[in-house]
């Protein structure tokens, strides 16, 4: 035989129906937390996007870096065996802003189309130029992953403009 406990005016029952609510509460609660803890995150995960894009861009855009690349171009129809020291330290430079950027890519600190798509074609003509640059150093140092960042980033914007319509017009 149960007998049925009053507490606060309610009885056994009762207090099981309060306490079902309140779950039903917590849980609701809990699941709206949720949602605001990931949106919370994707805001981050945009945030942290931006500032490392902001960075590349430094990198990319600093007018010395954009001066070492108007040198390396220049120099499409000389040997890397006739390149002058300061014009090999350009093409150094070229390349290690190119890897670090490369390298965040990679990191997945942004998406690899924001550079790619924008500076494709500078990617394009820097890899023939400076790879036999970057294969000198490799076998010097014995170390083949020297610059890998710059050349994977080389290949992907060749790939890059594979994909692209060939048809696509600049109007567009």
């Known amino acids: 035989m149960t007998t049925n406990v009053t507490v606060f005016g309610l009885d056994s029952t009762q207090w099981t129906a309060v306490g079902a609510i309140a779950s039903v509460a917590y849980t609701v609660a809990f699941i709206v937390s949720l949602v605001f803890i990931y949106r919370q995150l994707r805001h981050m995960r945009v945030s942290t996007m931006a500032t ?11 007018e010395d870096r954009r001066n070492d690349r108007r040198i390396v171009f ?3 129809p000389v040997p890397l065996q006739q390149w ?18 490369g390298t965040m890519i990679r990191a ?7 550079i790619v798509d924008s500076w494709g074609n500078s990617l394009r003509r820097a890899k023939p130029l400076l790879m036999p640059l970057v294969e000198e150093y490799r076998v010097q140092w014995s170390a083949n992953e020297i610059w890998d960042g710059f050349k994977w980033l080389c290949d992907e914007a060749e790939k890059f ?6 048809t696509r017009r600049l109007t567009e």
């Open 84 to 101: 002058t020291e300061e014009q090999k330290r350009a093409g150094e430079r070229v390349i290690h802003s190119y890897d670090q950027v």
């Open 74 to 76: 220049a120099l499409e």
């Open 108 to 114: 997945r600190m942004f998406d690899k189309e924001l």
């Open 161 to 166: 403009q594979k994909k692209k319509s060939p």
């Open 52 to 62: 490392a894009f902001s960075k590349a861009l430094d990198i990319l855009q600093n």
